[in-house]
């Protein structure tokens, strides 16, 4: 019974560790689009966002995201629960919140500073914009990298 506990919370790790890659990368890439489209005078024609919106469904299409082999994701699961109850992983939670909330209160000085120099027109909503998705990225790097 301990081996089959202790293969599916490794396969609860590996699939909430997959998880959050996937939306890191995803997290990355619109920021990469969100910085060009603010910084630079271009805007991103529509034809780009149907192309990300034809990436996202064939990269969901080759790999079938609900494909769980099995795992139990209930709550009651005792998989769930040693995963949920873990001490190294809460800690590795506690230091990627830390690390987040600290770059969201850091972040919006620095950048309205830096902003101001370059006479941005309107800071406001890229320095709110842009610290959000610093404070979740920063978030889900210190998550991956803490809780190896």
């Not at 920021?31 to 469904?57: E, K, N, Q, T």
């Not at 629960?81 to 190294?88: I, K, M, P, S, V």
């Not at 120099?117 to 803490?146: E, H, K, M, N």
């Amino acid at each position: 019974m301990s081996s089959l506990l202790a293969d599916q919370t490794e396969k609860l790790i590996q699939f909430s560790r997959r998880q959050l890659w996937c939306v890191l990368i995803f997290l990355l890439g619109l920021g990469a689009a969100h910085l060009c489209d603010s910084l630079f005078d271009v805007r991103i024609p529509a034809a780009a966002h149907v192309a990300l919106l034809i990436v996202i469904i064939i990269a969901s299409a080759i790999k079938n995201p609900l494909d769980t082999k099995g795992i139990d994701f209930s709550s009651a699961s005792p998989a769930m629960q040693a995963l949920r109850n873990d001490e190294l992983r809460q800690f590795a939670q506690s230091k990627a919140f830390r690390n987040g909330f600290f770059v969201l209160l850091a972040y919006p000085p620095v950048c309205a500073f830096a902003l101001t120099g370059l006479g941005f027109a309107d800071p406001l909503p890229f320095v709110v914009g842009s610290g959000t998705w610093a404070g979740a990225v920063v978030f889900l790097a210190s998550l991956l990298w803490y809780d190896r």
